[in-house]
């Protein structure tokens, strides 16, 4: 079956979709880090970024793995996923000359839970650029870095595009960086709620979704942009279109050492362009179909404080969890 257009906002799968080489400019290493699995996808010519439709920059995927169930998965998936942060942040040698003032942004909407996940995050950021201006003494003794944060919300909430109040309050503000956090959309289901990426190229809001926006990215900010997202949604049209595809090549394993004339008529129907169908029947009428958890209140808060503790770690020295709950008062 020709394969229709896949929707996900992932750097790994679309280079499992079209298999970019090194020639075209793109790299990709793995490793793993007490137990949890990470994936660096780099994007370093014109080829490559054209091909994935993924600006140049870095890609960093970190498999969560069973953090929601598992206490020692998570302690270890939160230092992972902190440590790529700053990296990305930092850079490689961090000092005090190196850490910047930092604008957190939680991207999505409050009253849908599947796109919720940047304001939830954004609500439990240890914000410090208010004390570092009003109370510089009580600054200095917490040993802090400056940090504020905000959540837009979204157009049909506000009337306002997400980047534009974002660009108005850096210009503003003046942060030196800004990190933005949105639900994102994957192409399998077992990467729900259990994957998060971190890119250095900014962010599309909406993009997974077919609602894309307003850019927001070094280019359109002025300064570092880094992007942290969740895939909390599957687009059902590649969901569909992905599990015939997967059942049909079983069955033809299955079939290859048995009746050729079976095998010619499903490879026949292999060819056919099913992608209309599928999105006729799926997404009638323009409307949009997608595909969460059932439990995704609960995986929402999951994901949400796994993230900000690993932000809140990043931005401030590696403090430990118990420190930033008593600091946020939780």
């Given at each position: 079956m020709k394969r229709t257009a896949?929707?996900?906002?992932?750097?790994?799968e679309i280079q499992e979709l079209h298999k970019v080489e090194e020639k075209d400019g793109f790299s990709e290493e793995e490793y793993s880090a007490k137990g949890i699995s990470v994936s660096r996808v780099k994007i370093t010519g014109e080829q490559a970024a054209l091909k994935l439709s993924k600006p140049i920059g870095e890609y960093v995927t970190v498999d969560l793995g069973e953090s929601?169930?598992?206490?020692?998965?998570?302690q270890n998936a939160v230092e992972v996923t902190s440590s790529e942060i700053s990296r990305l942040l930092y850079g490689e040698k961090k000092t005090e000359e190196t850490v910047p003032d930092v604008l957190v942004v939680g991207l999505g909407n409050r009253q849908m839970t599947s796109d919720a996940v940047g304001p939830v995050t954004v609500d439990r950021i240890l914000v410090t650029r208010h004390i570092k201006n009003n109370m510089p003494q009580l600054y200095e003794q917490l040993g802090l870095n400056p940090v504020s944060a905000m959540s837009p919300g979204v157009l049909g909430q506000t009337g306002i595009e997400a980047f534009e109040m974002v660009k108005s309050v850096c210009d503003a503000v003046?942060?030196?960086a800004v990190i933005v956090i949105d639900a994102l959309a994957s192409r399998k289901m077992n990467r729900l709620c259990r994957t998060v990426q971190i890119s250095n190229t900014?962010?599309?809001?909406?993009?997974?979704?077919?609602?894309?926006?307003?850019e927001i990215s070094r280019e359109t900010l002025g300064v570092p942009v880094i992007s942290i997202g969740i895939p909390m949604v599957v687009d059902a049209v590649t969901l569909t279109t992905d599990?015939?595809?997967?059942?049909?090549?079983?069955?033809?394993?299955e079939l290859s050492a048995g009746n050729p004339e079976i095998v010619s008529a499903f490879s026949a129907f292999e060819e056919y362009d099913g992608g209309d169908i599928i999105r006729n029947t799926l997404s009638p009428f323009d409307m949009n179909l997608v595909v969460t958890p059932k439990d995704i209140d609960r995986l929402t808060e999951k994901c949400a404080g796994l993230l900000a503790i690993a932000l809140n770690k990043a931005l401030h020295g590696g403090l430990e969890e118990e420190e930033i709950a008593a600091l946020l008062g939780l």
């Open positions: 896949m929707r996900t906002d992932l750097a790994v929601f169930s598992d206490e020692e998965t998570h003046k942060p030196s900014g962010i599309s809001p909406g993009s997974g979704v077919g609602n894309r926006r307003s599990t015939i595809e997967m059942a049909l090549e079983k069955i033809k394993k």
